[in-house]
Nanobody
Framework: QVQLVESGGGLVQAGGSLRLSCAAS????????MGWYRQAPGKQRELVAS???????NYADAVKGRFTIARDIAKNTLYLQMNSLIPEDTAVYYC????????????WGQGTQVTVSS
């Protein structure tokens, strides 16, 4: 069973930066897609950014140019560098792993809170 553990959340002022990390308990290079989702109070969970096994990345329009997803395969760790943060980025951020060979396909981390003050 793949386990994902996020870290790096916190409170930051608008315009600031944070880097989230997600440590995976399995070899990351074999996972089809890894990504970051977020859920703000009263809103649905939404995709923030993803990276495929082949290294292709995808970003939500709201974060393009400000957030960067990256991975360190040797460390089995996924990152989300968040710059120019705005209050609308406040949410619980979840690490996600998707693989078509898994029952249920998705695995989730426990989430880490990011709060951006104005």
């Amino acid at each position: 069973q793949v386990q994902l553990v996020e870290s790096g959340g916190g409170l930051v002022q608008a315009g600031g930066s944070l880097r989230l990390s997600c440590a995976a308990s399995t070899r990351m290079f074999s996972i089809d897609v890894m990504g970051w989702y977020r859920q703000a109070p009263g809103k649905q969970r939404e995709l923030v950014a993803s990276i495929t096994k082949g290294g292709n990345t995808n970003y939500a329009d709201a974060v393009k140019g400000r957030f960067t997803i990256a991975r360190d395969i040797a460390k089995n760790t996924l990152y989300l560098q968040m710059n120019s943060l705005i209050p609308e980025d406040t949410a619980v951020y979840y690490c996600n792993a998707y693989d078509s060979s898994w029952i249920g396909y998705h695995r989730w981390g426990q989430g880490t809170q990011v709060t951006v003050s104005s």
